[in-house]
């Protein structure tokens, strides 16, 4: 042991992490997919690092009791699609994530259920329907149990908030705003101007679930941001860290509740919702979960809250991505973000949205 100590210290560490990834599949690494054969358990430690998620945290027993509560959620989600499938008697095959025909009319479909939001309806000259847009279908449970987010509205939402005619404005149009978002949004805080005029509540691995739970690394949450301010623009961007979890409706409903909320607490407020940034073409052709049909589906259910008077959709996708969709080559820092300097043409683009 005298004359390896470096090999000791090496073997030791690595029986603590597996014991640590081994304890932790049972709490807070429940919901990550592991294949034992291509890795050892202590992957899942460094990767739970990368995504915020701390060793210390495996024996937080209220962490352990939520993901036993998401996995029971799940769980029940499963046997209810199930059970509708079984009982639907459909014999047509949507299990592809293939939108049907905006005027194809679901019988008998039951809408999800969510949080209605403020209804405003757009401006007389929208050719488009006024009020909420209903999905039309739900997603199977085929596409539930092979992490598709089915695409169950079209684009009817992006088509409809894309009426509106922004305005070019400077950057002082941001001293009022506050930014809520993901790691993507962590990069417009670091590289670009926009963190000298507004605030920013944003860490890598936020989901829209933990909007209002998450202090972003004892700053403050962003209740307390608002109790603080009085903010006119509230923008947010969250989404590609819940690919895979859940159905749209699911996603959408939580979406849906976390604008209300915004809007109550900021009620002058407009607020933006950004889309989903899709990833690069290596990604997105060889991963079942994290590619950009499951974003698009998403994209398009979050455009359906836009009513151009109190929410906004953004589509950033139209900035940063080739004609194909896909993140560019040329902008991106891995598959999923952009170079450091790279969000200056997010930056850019959000000036030529604002809402005078």
């Known amino acids: 042991m005298k004359k390896t100590p470096f090999l000791i210290a090496l073997l030791i560490s690595i029986a603590v992490f597996e014991i640590l990834g081994i304890i932790g599949s049972m709490g807070v690494y429940a919901n990550e997919e592991h294949d034992i054969v291509k890795a050892p358990v202590l992957s899942k430690v460094f990767t739970g690092i990368n995504n915020g998620i701390y060793p210390w945290e ?3 027993s209220n962490e352990r009791s939520r993901q036993l509560e998401a996995s029971s959620l799940k769980k029940q989600k499963e046997e209810e699609l199930l059970k509708r499938s079984q009982g639907s008697g459909d014999d047509e095959d949507t299990s592809s994530g293939a939108t049907p025909s905006p005027t194809a009319t679901p019988q008998n479909t039951p809408k999800p259920q969510s949080t209605p939001a403020p209804t405003i309806e ?9 009020g909420k847009i209903e999905p039309l ?4 449970y085929d596409e ?3 992490h598709i987010s089915a695409d169950i509205y079209g684009d009817i939402g992006v088509l409809r908030a894309a009426e509106y005619e922004f305005s070019k404005v400077e950057l002082e149009y941001f001293d009022d705003a506050l930014f809520i978002g993901d790691s993507r949004m962590v990069g417009l805080r670091d590289y670009t101007e926009l963190n000298e005029h507004a605030d920013f509540r944003c860490e890598t691995s936020l989901t829209i679930s933990k909007v209002f739970s998450s202090d972003f690394r004892g700053k403050g949450g962003v209740e307390k941001a608002l109790k603080s301010k ?3 623009k509230i923008y947010i961007m969250v989404g590609v860290n819940e690919l895979g979890t859940g159905t749209t409706e699911d996603f959408i409903g939580e979406y ?3 604008i209300n ?5 900021e009620p002058e407020a407009k607020i933006f919702i950004l889309s989903i940034m899709n990833i690069d073409r290596e990604r997105s052709d060889s991963d079942k979960v994290f590619n950009n049909t499951n974003i698009l589906g998403r994209n398009n259910a979050i455009a359906t809250l836009a009513d151009n008077e109190v929410f906004f959709y953004i589509n950033i996708n139209e900035a940063v991505c080739d004609e194909d969709g896909y993140l560019r080559d040329d902008l991106r820092g891995d598959h999923l973000h952009l170079m450091g300097a790279s969000n200056s043409i997010v930056e850019e683009y959000l000036m030529e949205h604002g809402v005078l």
């Open 230 to 232: 009085d903010y006119g």
């Open 261 to 265: 909320r915004l809007h109550e607490l």
């Open 137 to 140: 279908r739900e997603s199977t």
């Open 144 to 146: 539930y149990i092979n």
């Open 256 to 258: 849906e509740e976390v």
């Open 122 to 130: 757009p401006t007389p000259e929208s050719k488009y329907p006024k």
């Open 58 to 60: 495996v024996f937080d």
